[in-house]
């Protein structure tokens, strides 16, 4: 199902002035929510929205918000969130951090509870992130650091498992 979602996600044209690999990044973001499960304490409501926050520069040009407007998961709507620091990021569940962002972070986000941390480089990955995009063969995959989900309290689908190029089980 997984996949069949994501395939639809990538097929469908880029969007004006994003390119494809970031259109397809937004869909993956996107369709994360739907195979994690976070700490119910994580809401403050059962109807609360999941938060997707891009920290610093946004290589999404609107495309993220385009995507997720009006969209629920599990009865939460989705909602973006620009932010410029590390304070910010317990206010979100999903943070993505694009490739040369780290220095916004410090170490202690790493492993916050209930956040679900995406990033693209190894230096995010090296500290603990626990979704990693790659590019293999110019398409966009991802890896996942199980033992950062399960320090941050996530319950990562096994659909979630098998798509990734690589898991890692250990810090």
Do not use: C
């Amino acid at each position: 199902m997984l996949g069949l979602v994501l395939l639809v996600a990538a097929s469908s044209a880029p969007a004006k002035g994003i390119s494809k690999e970031h259109q397809l990044k937004a869909a993956f973001l996107f369709n994360f929510t739907k195979f994690v499960e976070w700490p119910a304490d994580r809401f403050e409501t059962t109807d609360s929205p999941i938060v997707i926050a891009v920290l610093g520069r946004n290589p999404f040009d609107g495309e993220l918000h385009k995507l997720v407007e009006g969209r629920s998961v599990n009865g939460r709507f989705i909602h973006v969130r620009l932010i410029e620091g590390a304070d910010e990021i317990p206010h979100a569940h999903v943070v993505y951090v694009a490739a040369g962002e780290e220095t916004r972070l410090n170490n202690s986000i790493f492993g916050e509870p209930g956040v679900l941390t995406v990033g693209e480089s190894a230096v995010f990955a090296e500290r603990g992130g626990v979704i990693r995009f790659t590019l293999i063969d110019g398409k966009v995959r991802f890896e996942i650091n199980q033992a950062s989900g399960d320090q941050a309290g996530l319950k990562l689908s096994g659909q979630l498992l098998k798509l990734a190029t690589v898991v890692r089980k250990t810090p």
